[in-house]
C-alpha cells in the first residue's frame, strides 16, 4: 500500500527567527492591555526559558504527532479490510495510481468517497479523463490548430498606417509636436 513516510525525527532548530517570533508574541501580549503593560512584563518568562522549554517538549510533541498519524492509519486499514476481498483489491488498485498524497487522511477521505458512492473502486479513476472526454479534447484542439493554421496563413485585412510621406497633424492646442516636423 502506497504511503508517505513521516520525517526523521531531529533536534528542536533554534532560529534567530523563532527568537523574534518569541519576543513579537511577548510585546503583542503587553500592547493588548497597554495599562497593565509592566504587570504582564514581569510574568512573561525569559526567551531562552520559553526557547528551553520548547527543546524539552520537542520530542514529546514529535512522538505525539507519530502516534497520531499511526493511529489515523490502523483506523483507515481496519475501514479497508472491512469490504469483501474483491472490492478492497480494487481500492487499493485504485489508490496505489491516485494523485492524492500518500497521508492517512487522505485515505480516509478517499474511503468516504466510496462509501457515499462519489467514486465507484470498479469504474475508471475519477481524476482520469473518460474516452468521450478525451474524444472531446482532440476535437476542440483539432478546431483551434485549424484556426490558428488560417490566420497565420491569411492575416486579416485591417486599416493600414498611413505612408510616411504624409505627416501626423500638428497638435498645437496641446503643444505638442510630431516627430520630424522642423517648424
Known amino acids: 500500500m502506497r504511503f ?77 479490510t472491512a469490504y469483501p476481498l474483491i472490492t478492497r483489491h480494487a481500492i487499493r488498485r485504485l489508490w496505489d495510481v491516485a494523485p ?3 497521508d492517512p487522511s487522505y485515505l480516509s477521505d478517499f474511503l468516504l468517497q466510496i462509501e457515499r458512492g462519489r467514486v465507484d473502486p470498479f469504474c475508471r479513476a475519477p481524476w482520469r479523463p473518460s474516452v ?19 490566420s497565420v496563413a491569411a492575416p486579416e485585412t485591417g486599416p493600414c498606417p498611413p505612408p510616411v510621406s504624409e505627416r501626423a497633424p500638428k497638435i498645437r492646442s496641446f503643444g505638442l509636436v510630431t516627430a520630424g516636423d522642423g517648424d
Open 4 to 80: 508517505k513516510r513521516w520525517p526523521r525525527v531531529e533536534a528542536f532548530m533554534e532560529t534567530a527567527r523563532i527568537r523574534a517570533a518569541v519576543a513579537l508574541s511577548q510585546r503583542w501580549q503587553r500592547e493588548k492591555l497597554p495599562l497593565l503593560a509592566d504587570l504582564i512584563a514581569a510574568e512573561q518568562p525569559s526567551i531562552d526559558a520559553v526557547i528551553g522549554e520548547r527543546h524539552r517538549n520537542w520530542p514529546k510533541w514529535q512522538q505525539q504527532k507519530r502516534d497520531q498519524r499511526a493511529e489515523l492509519w490502523r483506523e483507515a486499514r481496519r475501514r479497508l
Open 100 to 102: 492524492y498524497p500518500g
Open 132 to 150: 468521450e472526454e478525451i474524444a472531446e479534447g482532440r476535437r476542440r484542439l483539432a478546431i483551434f490548430s485549424l484556426k490558428f493554421q488560417q
